[in-house]
């Protein structure tokens, strides 16, 4: 069974830092994809990143490029995002999901695993205060 469990959420002031954590279990890791989604309540599930550990190709949303950095440890299954200079539009709950498509697609792996993936976490909260 596919597990997906993310951690490393909170509450932060814009500007500052923090970086979550999904730890993978019931797949071969270095077979699929796994990327950040948010959410704010009313709105849809929004893209944020993806990685694919077979070959490190990584993808970011316009919104996030050159703030955030996805990373993965393989040996550990577990998929990273640091998030530094937050804005308080970073407020969201954070799921990541796991998508056999190669994230190389970019913003089609997004609509991808939005549409079709059958494995998300729980999700985080993340609050960025002004």
Not at 69 to 89: C, F, G, R
Request: charged residues 15%; negative net charge; glycine residues 12%.
């Amino acid at each position: 069974e596919v597990q997906l469990v993310e951690s490393g959420g909170g509450l932060v002031q814009a500007g500052g830092s923090l970086r979550l954590s999904c730890a993978a279990s019931g797949f071969t890791f270095a077979d699929y994809a796994v990327g950040w989604f948010r959410q704010t309540p009313g709105q849809e599930r929004e893209g944020v990143s993806c990685t694919s550990s077979s070959d490190g190709s990584t993808y970011y949303a316009d919104s996030v490029k050159g703030r955030f950095t996805i990373s993965s440890d393989n040996a550990k299954n577990t998929v990273y995002l640091q998030m530094n200079s937050l804005k308080p539009e970073d407020t969201a709950v954070y799921y990541c999901v796991a998508s056999i498509l190669w994230c190389g697609y970019g913003r089609a792996w997004f609509s991808h695993s939005l549409n079709e993936a059958g494995s998300w976490g729980q999700g985080v909260q993340v609050t960025v205060s002004s």
